[in-house]
């Protein structure tokens, strides 16, 4: 699929597989929908690390929202015992930054983390990466050894405001709370595709790790290798008839809510339709 960015250095886009170009491929997607609020959702176990996690997926978003939850825990969002990142409308009409709430403490909304990165989603047709990776024992919130780093598609992205996390990740990371994957439970949602979600336990991975520049297009890389940890999971989508199956070998499988075989899509950051 062709990919555009306002802001960003390109991401991938070569359609049909192209595989000369890509040293590691990924062939599906999983489409989730708003109108019915399809999810995928698994409860945590104890895990590795309080205070270090790592996060990386690739996405497109072809609809808007004025919130868009992409990786959540139970209990709402700006309140409650929530946490979630998710894109988040910023100029009226789009979807366009995207946001950590809720990441510590035992308040949820705001506490932890609000962090707008400054660059701006527009792409309606492309996939970007999207890289996390938080260590509360860090000292500030600026640069690649923060406490919360975040690249998009390879690109250190700039926080305008930030509420800086401490302590224990007990709202992202906890034993026995509800975690969502592709639309939160109950708020306001819209239409997401995502490919390849890792998320590790108790680890501060570099982005590098997940991608890598070719050519002036950022391009997944082969993520086996890593250490993923109690809760740690990768969801390839893979299996139509099993989206929530677990790639990492922790066998840390999500129950699909509303998404039948037809919600895996052979559109993803090397294959396109």
């Given at each position: 699929?062709?990919?555009?960015?306002?802001?960003?250095?390109?991401?991938?886009?070569?359609?049909?597989?192209?595989?000369?170009?890509?040293?590691?491929?990924?062939?599906?997607?999983?489409?989730?929908?708003?109108?019915?609020?399809?999810?995928?959702?698994?409860?945590?176990?104890?895990?590795?690390?309080?205070?270090?996690?790592?996060?990386?997926?690739?996405?497109?978003?072809?609809?808007?929202?004025?919130?868009?939850?992409?990786?959540?825990?139970?209990?709402?969002?700006?309140?409650?015992n929530?946490?979630?990142?998710?894109?988040?409308?910023?100029?009226?009409?789009?979807?366009?930054?995207?946001?950590?709430?809720?990441?510590?403490?035992?308040?949820?909304?705001?506490?932890?983390?609000?962090?707008?990165?400054?660059?701006a989603?527009?792409?309606?047709?492309?996939?970007?990466?999207?890289?996390?990776?938080?260590?509360?024992?860090?000292?500030?919130?600026?640069?690649?050894?923060?406490?919360?780093?975040?690249?998009?598609?390879?690109?250190?992205?700039?926080?305008?405001?930030?509420?800086?996390?401490?302590?224990?990740?007990?709202?992202?990371?906890?034993?026995?709370?509800?975690?969502?994957?592709?639309?939160?439970?109950?708020?306001?949602?819209?239409?997401?595709?995502?490919?390849?979600f890792?998320?590790?336990?108790?680890q501060?991975?570099?982005?590098?790790?997940?991608?890598?520049?070719?050519?002036?297009?950022?391009?997944p890389?082969?993520?086996?290798?890593?250490?993923?940890?109690?809760?740690?999971?990768?969801?390839?989508?893979?299996?139509?008839?099993?989206?929530?199956n677990?790639?990492?070998?922790?066998?840390?499988?999500?129950?699909?809510?509303?998404?039948?075989?037809?919600?895996?899509?052979?559109?993803?950051?090397?294959?396109?339709?």
């Open positions: 699929m062709p990919f555009s960015k306002d802001i960003l250095a390109g991401s991938s886009g070569q359609g049909g597989g192209a595989s000369g170009f890509y040293g590691y491929q990924i062939e599906q997607s999983a489409r989730f929908d708003a109108s019915t609020s399809s999810r995928l959702y698994r409860t945590f176990g104890s895990p590795s690390g309080a205070t270090k996690l790592t996060i990386s997926f690739w996405c497109k978003i072809p609809s808007i929202a004025s919130y868009q939850q992409i990786f959540s825990r139970s209990g709402g969002y700006g309140g409650g929530g946490a979630s990142i998710a894109l988040e409308d910023s100029l009226g009409g789009y979807s366009d930054i995207m946001t950590m709430y809720g990441m510590t403490g035992s308040t949820g909304g705001n506490g932890g983390a609000n962090t707008y990165p400054a660059n989603f527009r792409d309606r047709g492309g996939w970007s990466h999207i890289h996390y990776k938080v260590d509360t024992s860090k000292t500030g919130m600026s640069g690649n050894n923060a406490k919360v780093v975040m690249h998009i598609n390879g690109v250190l992205s700039v926080f305008v405001t930030t509420n800086e996390p401490s302590g224990n990740l007990n709202n992202f990371n906890d034993n026995g709370s509800v975690h969502n994957i592709g639309n939160g439970n109950g708020n306001t949602q819209g239409d997401i595709y995502l490919a390849e890792i998320f590790l336990d108790n501060y991975e570099d982005y590098t790790s997940f991608g890598e520049s070719k050519n002036g297009v950022w391009i890389k082969d993520p086996s290798g890593l250490t993923f940890g109690n809760n740690g999971f990768h969801l390839k989508y893979e299996d139509a008839s099993d989206l929530g677990d790639s990492s070998g922790n066998n840390n499988d999500f129950t699909a809510n509303n998404m039948g075989t037809d919600h895996q899509v052979l559109d993803s950051p090397t294959f396109g339709e």
